[in-house]
């Protein structure tokens, strides 16, 4: 098992950029290939980014490439979302996600375990 807490997000303008953060417990973090997703008011979880156990491979969703990055710091159990050019439809809750197995997976209900979410909020 491994718990999510998440940090980061808050209020910024349209262009500017944010970082979020989601540690995980226990010694098993790296075993887990991690996700993050967002959730905008009124819609389902939209898939934004993975990363696989190692870091090195990543996929985005097409909204946010260019724009966005995942990667994540084994020894400190993080994950870091570093969003760039923030745009007001990038508004929502963002969650962290941790999956077992190697595959791509961007459906919400393949991940094994959820942080608590943390808002973003971008301002036009």
């Known amino acids: 098992q491994v718990q999510l807490v998440q940090s980061g997000g808050g209020l910024v303008q349209a262009g500017g950029s944010l970082r979020l953060s989601c540690t995980g417990s226990?010694?098993?973090?790296?075993?887990?290939?991690m996700g993050w997703f967002r959730r905008a008011p009124g819609k389902e979880h939209e898939f934004v980014a993975r990363v696989s156990r190692t870091g090195v491979n990543t996929y985005y969703a097409d909204s946010v490439k260019g724009r966005f990055t995942i990667s994540r710091d084994n020894a400190k159990n993080t994950v870091y979302l570093q969003m760039n050019n923030l745009k007001p439809e990038d508004t929502a809750l963002y969650y962290c996600?941790?999956?077992?197995?190697?595959?791509?997976?961007?459906?919400?209900?393949?991940?094994?375990?959820w942080g608590q979410g943390t808002q973003v909020t971008v301002s036009s």
């Open positions: 226990g010694r098993t973090f790296s075993s887990y290939a």
């Open positions: 996600a941790a999956r077992s197995g190697t595959v791509v997976v961007t459906t919400p209900h393949e991940y094994d375990y």
